[in-house]
């Protein structure tokens, strides 16, 4: 009888980075692969950007039949995410650029506003057991038994 192989948990996960690494990279290959078969299509005048909207229009359409999401968005979404898929066809760098930058002033707003946010710490037993030390028993005229901090 065959003694069962074993495999370090370093091992296993070795080798699942390296699918993961072996996925992401089949991915970005196809990404581009795609990228380039659409953008000559689009010049050929085989897709118009009606066509796009259109697309954009039924995918979510489908999504919502499928469940996946819970309502169609608006013309005003359905307008973004298809002018955004149109300045990658076009290879249109700069508007491109300026989307990201733009999308990254938003996310720093965002985390600076979250920072801004006040947060709740909760004391360790051992914090609270000094302040049981502290405070002065019940009864004694004092405020005890209270463990609120502000």
């Known amino acids: 009888m065959q003694m069962p192989m074993q495999i370090s ?3 296993v996960i ?7 690494e072996s996925l992401s990279l089949n991915d970005e290959n196809n990404k581009t692969r ?4 659409l953008r000559t299509l689009y010049k050929k005048g085989f897709i118009t950007d ?4 259109d697309s954009v229009k039924e995918e ?3 999504l919502k039949e499928l469940g996946m999401i819970q309502e169609e968005p ?8 298809a002018e955004n898929i ?20 938003k996310l720093k707003e965002y985390a600076r506003e979250e920072q801004k946010k006040s947060s709740l710490t909760v004391a360790s037993p051992e914090v609270l057991h000094q302040l049981d030390r502290l ?16």
């Not at 070795?14 to 993961?20: D, G, N």
């Open 34 to 37: 795609f990228n380039i078969v």
């Open 74 to 81: 608006g013309e005003d979404v359905v307008n973004t995410v």
């Open 86 to 105: 149109l300045q990658w066809v076009r290879g249109d760098v700069a508007a491109i650029r300026k989307s990201m930058e733009e999308y990254e002033k």
């Open 50 to 53: 009606q066509e796009i909207r």
């Open 14 to 20: 070795t080798m699942l980075l390296s699918r993961v």
């Open 135 to 150: 405070s002065p028993p019940p009864g004694s005229g004092g405020r005890g038994g209270g463990k609120l901090i502000i």
């Open 9 to 11: 948990l370093e091992e």
């Open 60 to 62: 979510h359409r489908m």
